[in-house]
């Protein structure tokens, strides 16, 4: 039986709830306050005569088929996507979905396994710090804390990054399709625009097609449009930074800005500050902005992970009609 969450009160001192603790030995359902545990209850002692419901492999492959190919064909026309599931993108995709129930939002994460660098802390540590006032985020998705005066400690970064993530995920009006490449941007021209581009959508494919582009034949993308994209790839890397460069690659932006030495001081607000509509249809978060606009490296602090998603979320609430009725056009 997993233990329960942990929580801390205002000094800063742990404390753990006692409801539904089982007493070691025992062979009683009585938990330790004198409660019932349903699961013991259901299934302690009777394994003998346990047993699976029957099933056919291929009901199993139906399940799984039938409700992914159900959701690229609603999704092939998203209202907004978020390109990269780690804190920032999960956070717009939060604060987002919250505000507006009625959008259906897409989310592309390349990785199998979503939440970015947000597993750990720093050097592969378990806790995860954020200066304030990045608590406020915490509070609203009911993350405990320790709080150290002018920042706060969650225990283990995983403990946010699940509860996170499984927020966002129970949202009907989010899908996140992981182990999937955004491999470019779909454009329209606007020669009156900045750029000269809009932004109307993202081109994909499976993850592992994209790794291997140089050793096969062509092996072509999908798509999915959009009035509005949100790029949250991180800083540079194997697919960091990804939009940034693309749209310096095709000429819509001037140069990179290039990502500066560590400065926590000067990143972390600039970050959130700068989350904004880059080109028409595309919005930037988090780390890639620093790519961008050449902003320092804010390392092993995530408050502004959290709060630039807000931003993000705000930005693209106050541009979505506009870019949803230019793409109507």
């Not at 009035?227 to 960091?240: C, E, K, N, R």
């Amino acid at each position: 039986m997993s233990p329960p969450i942990a929580t801390y009160n205002e000094s800063g001192t742990m404390t753990v709830p006692t409801k539904n603790l089982a007493l070691k030995g025992s062979n009683t359902t009585t938990s330790v306050d004198g409660s019932q545990s349903k699961l013991l209850d259901q299934f302690g002692g009777k394994w003998d005569s346990f047993a699976f419901d029957p099933i056919r492999e291929s009901q199993v492959s139906r399940a799984m088929t039938r409700r992914y190919f159900a959701d690229l064909d609603t999704y092939a026309e998203s209202d907004v996507v978020i390109v990269g599931a780690g804190s920032c993108g999960l956070s717009t995709a939060y604060t987002l979905a919250k505000a507006r129930p009625d959008l259906k939002i897409a989310i592309i994460e390349a990785s199998v396994s979503p939440g970015g660098g947000c597993w750990l802390g720093g050097q592969l540590f378990s806790a995860m710090v954020l200066r304030k006032p990045g608590q406020k985020f915490l509070d609203e998705i009911e993350v405990p804390y320790e709080d150290e005066g002018n920042y706060v400690v969650v225990k283990h970064a995983a403990l946010f990054m699940s509860t996170l993530m499984s927020k966002v995920l129970m949202m009907p009006n989010v899908k996140l399709f992981n182990a999937t490449c955004v491999e470019d941007l779909i454009t329209r021209p606007a020669p009156e625009l900045p750029g000269g581009v809009r932004i109307t959508g993202v081109v994909t494919n499976w993850t592992l097609v994209t790794l291997h582009h140089d050793d096969h034949s062509c092996m072509d993308p999908n798509t999915i449009n959009a009035p509005l994209v949100i790029s949250t790839t991180g800083h540079d890397g194997p697919f960091g930074a990804f939009s940034a460069k693309r749209l310096a690659s095709m000429g819509a932006i001037t140069k990179l800005g290039g990502m500066r030495g560590l400065d926590m001081n000067s990143a972390e607000d600039a970050i959130v500050k700068n989350s904004r509509e880059v080109v028409p249809g595309l919005i930037m978060g988090g780390m890639e902005l620093s790519e961008l606009d050449g902003a320092n490296r804010m390392g092993p602090t995530f408050g502004a992970m959290c709060l630039s998603g807000v931003k993000a979320a705000e930005e693209a609430l106050s541009v979505f009609e506009t870019r949803k009725a230019e793409c109507a056009e």
